[in-house]
């Protein structure tokens, strides 16, 4: 039996640092990008985590506390993602305990407001 040659793979655009790092719709360049967004936006979490983070800047155990039924692990993963793709910004603070919050972005109010 003959194999059938296969098709290369599609190489999919990856977000950058420096992209990731640029806010607003400038960040978003193509349909993939597009695409890449939404499907971060589109999980299980994601929705919800933005929706906690559109009017103030929340530390890590607040939002735990809002949204339940939701692991640490996943709120952890969750951020992550978001963060990756431009939409949230994780703030250090060199404090006694350290404090981290998540707010989001220009591109994540404006993906909140739908003027992306």
Do not use: N
């Not at 906690?52 to 996943?74: C, I, Q, T, Y």
């Amino acid at each position: 039996m003959k194999s059938m040659p296969m098709a290369p793979k599609r190489r999919r655009s990856r977000t950058t640092r420096a992209t990731a790092k640029m806010v607003g719709a400038s960040a978003i360049h193509d349909g993939e990008d597009v695409a890449s967004i939404l499907s971060v936006v589109g999980e299980k979490w994601s929705a919800i985590v933005l929706v906690k983070l559109r009017d103030v800047p929340k530390r890590f155990s607040r939002l735990s506390r809002e949204v339940d039924g939701m692991s640490p692990r996943a709120l952890t993963l969750t951020l992550r993602k978001l963060e990756q793709k431009g939409l949230v910004i994780r703030r250090m603070f060199v404090t006694i305990p350290p404090r981290v919050e998540y707010e989001l972005t220009d591109g994540g109010r404006d993906l909140w407001r739908g003027k992306l």
